[in-house]
T-cell receptor, first 115, second 110 residues
Framework: SAVISQKPSRDICQRGTSLTIQCQVD?????MFWYRQQPGQSLTLIAT?????????ESGFVIDKFPISRPNLTFSTLTVSNMSPEDSSIYLC????????????FGDGTRLSIL | QKEVEQDPGPLSVPEGAIVSLNCTYS??????FMWYRQYSRKGPELLMY????GNKEDGRFTAQVDKSSKYISLFIRDSQPSDSATYLC??????????FGKGTRLHILP
């Protein structure tokens, strides 16, 4: 299965600033996803990162707040914009190796705290 | 009713015991069922991936899916302290959007 690396692993940021999280996969993958994991809550899908086109966002998440790039089949970024303490969470990248009956594998996440 | 229900635990069992973890769900369109294991400060690691109803076994792990009851289970035989982690059930209609349970914290007592 694909190995997924995320950077940074953790960060502490000031309110109102933005942070870009990078996700690198060691092989070409068809689909990449971004999730949020808040304490005591299940993983929630933020968006699907589409290569060569705009990301597909889930209800409750918007592009202005969480812009996503996917310039190729091995790399994606998620930016958390104009951060507030409510954005403190773990952000996880996942990837799937193909269409049809292919499971998702996850990176170790970025632990983000907003002061 | 939430789409996926999972008892958060914690569940503590002695080493060597059989562990049973369960989830219920409400969406009858779910076809793909997964169990992930997540250690502290790590990402979810895929343990089991099944399609539709039935059983699947991999070493000490057995996954069961009962679509008629909307109920899935993960059994761990001969449990080890290294099995102590949070176990997340997950499911999807297709191979894209996954809906996760909140996870069950499992402690295996030496």
């Amino acid at each position: 299965s694909a190995v997924i690396s995320q950077k940074p692993s953790r960060d502490i940021c000031q309110r109102g600033t933005s942070l870009t999280i990078q996700c690198q996969v060691d092989s070409q993958v068809t689909m990449m996803f971004w999730y949020r994991q808040q304490p005591g809550q299940s993983l929630t899908l933020i968006a699907t990162a589409n290569q060569g086109s705009e990301a597909t966002y889930e209800s409750g998440f918007v592009i202005d707040k969480f812009p996503i790039s996917r310039p190729n089949l091995t790399f994606s970024t998620l930016t958390v914009s104009n951060m507030s303490p409510e954005d403190s969470s773990i952000y996880l990248c996942s990837a799937s190796e193909g269409y049809g009956n292919q499971p998702q594998h996850f990176g170790d996440g970025t632990r983000l705290s907003i002061l | 009713q939430k789409e996926v229900e999972q008892d958060p635990g914690p569940l503590s069992v002695p080493e060597g015991a059989i562990v049973s973890l369960n989830c219920t769900y409400s969406n009858s369109a779910f076809q793909y069922f997964m169990w992930y294991r997540q250690y502290s400060r790590k990402g979810p690691e895929l343990l089991m991936y099944t399609y539709s109803s039935g059983n699947k076994e991999d070493g000490r792990f057995t996954a069961q899916v009962d679509k008629s009851s909307k109920y899935i289970s993960l059994f761990i035989r001969d449990s080890q302290p290294s099995d102590s982690a949070t176990y997340l059930c997950a499911m999807s209609e297709r191979d894209d959007k996954i809906i996760f349970g909140k996870g069950t914290r499992l402690h295996i007592l030496p």
